[in-house]
């Protein structure tokens, strides 16, 4: 795939640092150019060898650049799509990692009228607990998947080029339009990490919950892990995709009332099939189960 000469980096955050580290380790980018709000972070990030030179404005940051990533909160792409309208190469590929995408698209379109023919919408499902430029690692994205969500306005060189550069990074790479990765991942990630922090603050508002905690075991451990995500980040999501996180509310209230119904009416046969469903389901899923989406 082609080198790129010169890697706009706006946002120094795990992912961000994380997408530079990875791409400079595999030889495909001369310089990293890295923007964060907060210039400490952008000096962490120079400091550590992320970027090559820090910026003083998201602007300079994309100037010269023939690839950007934008790695910033879904609902900051707007302010920094407008901060990067007149400074852009026409001709850099623009990849994000927004966890939403119909608001990135949207934000784009507000922006210059229509999403630019070189900005591929990209959602790379990879992270950790962790939040900060510390935290990025040139392994982050190895082995996991991409979502692609381009337009029918996308330049099929650009897609082509996103597709390359994902795959540099060792993922798998799928395409699916913006309403459909939404509402999957409102189902698959959003609602669950609502539910999880939902379930904490539960136990938290108990007396008893210093007692709970202390006897809490794996089971605990598993299902809590993703309630230490990053509030700014979740909270972001939650409002950027509410419509369809409140869908799968709703869905999800039936199926745990089914559950509670079947306990009033002391009914085990009922219990054991609704609990049979669930545990044949996820005994069946691993996470190298093929995507419902193609490969590209």
Not at 264 to 278: C, D, H, N, V, Y
């Amino acid at each position: 795939m082609k080198k790129f000469k010169q890697l706009g980096l706006i946002g120094c955050g795990m992912m961000g640092g994380s997408f530079a580290l990875a791409l400079k380790r595999a030889g495909l980018v001369e310089r990293v150019v890295g923007y964060n709000k907060s210039p400490s972070k952008t000096e962490t990030a120079k400091r550590m060898g992320i970027i090559d030179d820090a910026a003083a404005s998201i602007l300079q940051a994309v100037m010269g650049s023939d690839l950007v990533l934008i790695a910033v909160p879904v609902s900051a792409t707007f302010d920094v799509l407008k901060s990067v309208q007149f400074g852009l190469n026409k001709e850099a590929l623009i990849l994000d990692v927004g966890s939403t995408k119909q608001s990135v698209i949207q934000a784009a379109e507000s922006v210059f009228g229509a999403l630019p023919s070189h900005f591929v919408p990209s959602h790379p499902i990879a992270g950790k607990e962790q939040a900060g430029i510390e935290a990025a690692d040139a392994d982050l994205y190895v082995g996991k998947r991409v979502i692609l969500t381009p337009t029918e306005l996308t330049d099929s060189g650009a897609i082509a080029n996103a597709i390359a550069v994902w795959k540099s990074l060792g993922m798998s790479v799928s395409q699916m339009t913006s309403t459909e990765h939404d509402a999957v991942f409102a189902a698959v990630s959003h609602f669950p990490h609502l539910l999880a922090f939902a379930y904490m603050n539960g136990l938290a508002g108990q007396t008893e919950a210093r007692q709970f905690l202390q006897m809490a075991g794996p089971g605990f451990k598993d299902f809590t892990r993703i309630a230490a995500g990053d509030p700014e980040l979740w909270s972001d999501i939650f409002l950027a995709n509410s419509q369809e996180i409140l869908n799968q509310s709703a869905a999800m209230s039936l199926s745990l009332k089914k559950l509670e119904d079947a306990m009033r009416l002391g009914s085990p046969q009922t219990l054991k099939e609704l609990i049979a469903t669930a545990s044949a389901l996820r005994g069946g899923w691993t996470l190298s189960n093929k995507s419902a989406v193609d490969d590209v």
